[in-house]
């Protein structure tokens, strides 16, 4: 695990990006996610049924507020270009594919709209629930940075390894979601962010970063342990 300080790490680093320090800090537990064998079974087509539904319920639950803490982005972005960045992708996820998604893989699934309204959080899913709680409540916008670059970018990280699709598109479109140009560029709009917000903070922000990055990491992981055990 990486503890050193951002200014001494970043004289020497091939790669001296702010976010790249968040992601080299959070090692192993990142490479822990981007290879973790649930993202596996989701790639080469043998995720198991059962264990779809379990984790597409608790993703549901996972969603509601990942849509909130979008919403405190929009609120306490530091720029008019950001913000905007911020809303649009709101929208889009609001009205597009990932609520379509969820309805046809969890019909697919056998999932009846009394077990959606009822599903209950996982002790994975509410730690992930309470970190993007606090974050959105603290209307801190690295903090809140921070947890979106995670979600996204460690989805990005196992996606990318997609070979040939699966013909369930359960899992087909599960792993297109996460990957393509335009999600690659959302991404980037990220680690960007984070790139420029980061070295401008005093040495007590950036660690309360790090944490917040590190510990979104670490839920990243429980949440696909979660998904593959039992
Ligand atoms: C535990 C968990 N972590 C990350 C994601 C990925 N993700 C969540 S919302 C979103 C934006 C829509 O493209 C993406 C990529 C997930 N689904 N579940």
Same mark, same amino acid.
């Given at each position: 695990?990486?503890?050193?300080?951002?200014?001494?790490?970043?004289?020497?680093?091939?790669?001296?990006?702010?976010?790249?320090?968040?992601?080299?800090?959070?090692?192993?537990?990142?490479?822990?996610?981007?290879?973790?064998?649930?993202?596996?079974?989701?790639?080469?087509?043998?995720?198991?049924?059962?264990?779809?539904?379990?984790?597409?319920?608790?993703?549901?639950?996972?969603?509601?507020?990942?849509?909130?803490?979008?919403?405190?982005?929009?609120?306490?972005?530091?720029?008019?270009?950001?913000?905007?960045?911020?809303?649009?992708?709101?929208?889009?996820?609001?009205?597009?594919?990932?609520?379509?998604?969820?309805?046809?893989?969890?019909?697919?699934?056998?999932?009846?709209?009394?077990?959606?309204?009822?599903?209950?959080?996982?002790?994975?899913?509410?730690?992930?629930?309470?970190?993007?709680?606090?974050?959105?409540?603290?209307?801190?916008?690295?903090?809140?940075?921070?947890?979106?670059?995670?979600?996204?970018?460690?989805?990005?990280?196992?996606?990318?390894?997609?070979?040939?699709?699966?013909?369930?598109?359960?899992?087909?479109?599960?792993?297109?979601?996460?990957?393509?140009?335009?999600?690659?560029?959302?991404?980037?709009?990220?680690?960007?962010?984070?790139? !420029?917000?980061?070295?401008?903070?005093?040495?007590?922000?950036?660690?309360?970063? !790090?944490?917040?990055?590190? !510990?979104?990491?670490?839920?990243?992981?429980?949440?696909?342990?979660?998904?593959?055990?039992?």
């Amino acid at each position: 695990m990486n503890a050193v300080p951002f200014d001494t790490w970043s004289a020497q680093a091939p790669d001296p990006r702010f976010s790249a320090w968040l992601r080299e800090s959070s090692e192993p537990d990142w490479s822990a996610v981007t290879g973790h064998p649930f993202a596996t079974a989701i790639l080469d087509g043998t995720a198991a049924r059962e264990r779809m539904r379990r984790y597409l319920l608790q993703d549901l639950l996972f969603l509601d507020r990942w849509t909130a803490l979008l919403g405190a982005a929009v609120a306490c972005a530091d720029t008019f270009p950001g913000r905007l960045t911020f809303a649009r992708f709101l929208g889009q996820t609001a009205a597009e594919e990932e609520a379509s998604y969820f309805d046809r893989a969890l019909d697919a699934l056998g999932v009846t709209p009394g077990e959606r309204a009822s599903a209950r959080p996982e002790p994975a899913t509410a730690d992930f629930l309470a970190l993007m709680d606090q974050a959105r409540s603290s209307q801190d916008y690295p903090s809140i940075l921070a947890v979106l670059c995670v979600v996204e970018w460690s989805y990005l990280g196992w996606a990318s390894r997609a070979g040939e699709p699966p013909a369930d598109f359960v899992l087909r479109e599960w792993i297109d979601l996460h990957e393509g140009p335009d999600f690659r560029a959302w991404v980037g709009f990220l680690r960007g962010e984070l790139d !420029r917000i980061g070295p401008a903070l005093p040495d007590e922000g950036r660690e309360h970063v !790090r944490a917040v990055f590190r !510990r979104a990491v670490r839920l990243e992981a429980d949440f696909f342990d979660m998904a593959a055990e039992g």
